[in-house]
């Protein structure tokens, strides 16, 4: 009985850490601009039920209408209403998803390299971190595991082992696996155009686990009728489940053909052209990211356990079964598969830390595979023992690590993760405009301008939803100003001028600096990018005599 039940039990334990690392206090850390620029995307589609695929930005459609349920199950009709982690949930759950999804591949990885496998993917950092963002890449990844696994299980169970099903039962089963796997791979293409990689990288792999084997050859040349049939169930489904997502099921037939010209933007975009030039990185920023990162006034961060265990992984698992109880094809595919995504992304000039999510993930896997190959050929008693502990004491660095770079250091500049990542500052600045804006009769009716070069402003329009009246400029502009002004730091001498020499003093409106209690008397937005914020005089004296109505006078109006 314990035997059938432990298994089991280790998997909910990895599914349960999973799931803490994941969906607890979701809303701990600020805003990044990219989630920011997805939420107010996803604002068209929650309030007017309303989204057009903008193949220049925003990614696929996949994220907005899935979450769309889990966010109106929360009552939520209005992006003003809708908080940091009720729109990350969506990521979080299929984040843990993917630790409990291990277990479908675990007749083929081994029940033991299957349960090493969801522990590794529970505990890794970088994907307990990347699954607290609402950005499509946990998605994609999900999606992709989901193709890869479910067409796994469609290409088993047409050629079972002999001890299997009758194969008439085993093929109508593998019919519904092909039927997912076309499913996931449409929600891959819906989720992100980098889709095409993993693509790549499956086709590649898949080429190399069969030209590696004989028996697959064999096999396949023997069934290449159904394989064929197959492919084209497998095309056909993913076509309609992708065109009803861009063509905003069926209400804008043209976003089907945008989610291909959309490759020439981001062609443009890999290469490093235009705006993307300050995610331009070195060929090994990857593997710096991953197996040693020390960033600045930080500790040293390191998920090499997972990397040197997938090593272990691949060597042990390929070969014929024996040590490893892993098929030795699926071991070869998702061998061929992460060294490819890596290669890829690494080669690409363009580089942030979430594009090598699914190569990580397949990592995670391998490193199952080692653990299990590793605790298998260590010697009965003492030996074996102290290998288990080493192990376990490397899951721990790694769920320390975890917990450290989602909760502790989620916004600190040294968290590797933490990439361009929002300040503390701009959630307060946007308390205080608010405060400044209910002064007023019809509360939010005061006008706000914000004001930076290359309309470099996100995530301020998500903090600022609650504002009827906001202007967004990259120069200041013409005319009259408004009482609340937000700009970039080096647009403050050029301000200074034009209300102090460019307007005749009896012209001129004061403005009150409102960053005055502020760190250097500025907002970070990011590190090293830093906001003044000013308030119209008579606007500010509104505000003081309210606060001090609601404090009592003798506390202190300055900001």
């Known amino acids: 009985m314990m035997r059938k039940t432990l298994p089991a039990c280790l998997l909910m334990g990895a599914v349960l850490l999973g799931a803490a690392l994941r969906l607890a206090t979701l809303g701990n850390r600020p805003m990044h601009a990219d989630e920011a620029v997805q939420a107010v995307k996803f604002g068209d589609l929650l309030e007017r039920g309303h989204y057009t695929y903008d193949p220049a930005e925003y990614h696929g459609p996949a994220l907005h209408y899935l979450s769309l349920p889990v966010v109106r199950l929360a009552g939520v009709r209005r992006l003003a209403d809708a908080t940091e982690a009720q729109l990350r949930l969506l990521p979080a759950l299929l984040g843990t998803a993917l630790v409990a999804g291990v277990w479908v591949l675990r007749r083929d990885l081994g029940r033991g390299a299957a349960l090493w496998g969801a522990v590794l993917a529970a505990t890794s950092p970088m994907l307990a971190f990347y699954s607290r963002y609402f950005i499509a890449e946990t998605l994609l990844v999900a999606f992709t595991f989901g193709a890869f696994a479910c067409g796994w299980r469609w290409v088993r169970a047409r050629s079972p082992d002999p001890a299997a099903e009758p194969e008439r039962s085993g093929r109508l089963r593998g019919a519904g696996w092909l039927v997912l796997a076309g499913a996931f791979i449409g929600l891959m293409h819906a989720a992100k155009e980098t889709c095409v990689i993993a693509f790549a990288a499956m086709l590649v792999g898949a080429g190399a686990a069969l030209a590696l084997s004989a028996d697959a050859r064999q096999r396949a040349r023997a069934d290449l009728p159904g394989l064929t049939l197959g492919a084209a169930v497998l095309l056909g489904v993913a076509a309609v489940v992708s065109a009803l997502f861009f063509s905003s099921f069926l209400a804008h037939p043209r976003g ?304």
């Not at 260590?378 to 690590?401: E, I, K, M, N, Y």
């Not at 975890?402 to 929002?422: E, I, K, L, V």
């Not at 460019?502 to 906001?531: C, I, K, M």
């Open 256 to 559: 089907i053909l945008d989610s291909v010209a959309a490759y020439a933007g981001y062609a443009g975009r890999a290469s490093g052209r235009g705006d993307a030039s300050w995610h331009l990185h070195s060929w090994h920023y990857y593997l710096r990211l991953l197996l040693w990162w020390r960033g600045p006034g930080g500790g040293a961060w390191s998920e090499g356990a997972i990397a040197l265990l997938a090593v272990v992984g691949v060597a042990a698992g390929a070969r014929r079964r024996g040590a490893s109880r892993a098929d030795p094809q699926l071991v070869r595919f998702l061998g061929v598969y992460l060294l490819l995504m890596f290669a890829i992304y690494s080669a690409i000039p363009y580089k942030t830390p979430w594009c090598i999510l699914g190569a990580w993930h397949a990592a995670a896997l391998l490193a199952g595979v080692g653990a299990a190959f590793l605790v298998r050929v260590a010697p009965r008693g003492a030996a074996r023992t102290l290998v288990a502990l080493v192990l376990v004491a490397g899951v721990a660095h790694l769920a320390w690590q975890a917990y450290r770079a989602s909760f502790t250091a989620c916004a600190d500049p040294g968290n590797p993760y933490a990439y361009a990542q929002t300040t503390d500052d701009v959630p307060a600045l946007a308390r205080r405009i608010e405060q400044l804006a209910a002064v007023r009769p019809g509360e939010r009716a005061v006008e706000v301008q914000v004001i930076c070069p290359n309309n470099d402003y996100w995530p301020l329009p998500w903090y600022l939803r609650r504002l009827a009246r906001v202007g967004w400029h990259d120069a200041v502009p013409d005319g009259t100003l408004a009482p609340v002004l937000i700009m970039s730091a080096e647009l403050e001498p050029g301000f200074a001028r034009r209300l102090f020499v460019g307007t005749p003093p009896g012209r001129r409106t004061l403005y009150v600096d409102l960053l005055q209690d502020f760190p250097g008397g500025t907002a970070e937005l990011r590190p090293n990018s830093h906001l003044r914020a000013f308030a119209a005089a008579p606007l500010w004296e509104q505000y003081a005599v309210r606060r001090a109505q609601d404090t009592g006078p003798t506390k202190d109006a300055t900001p």
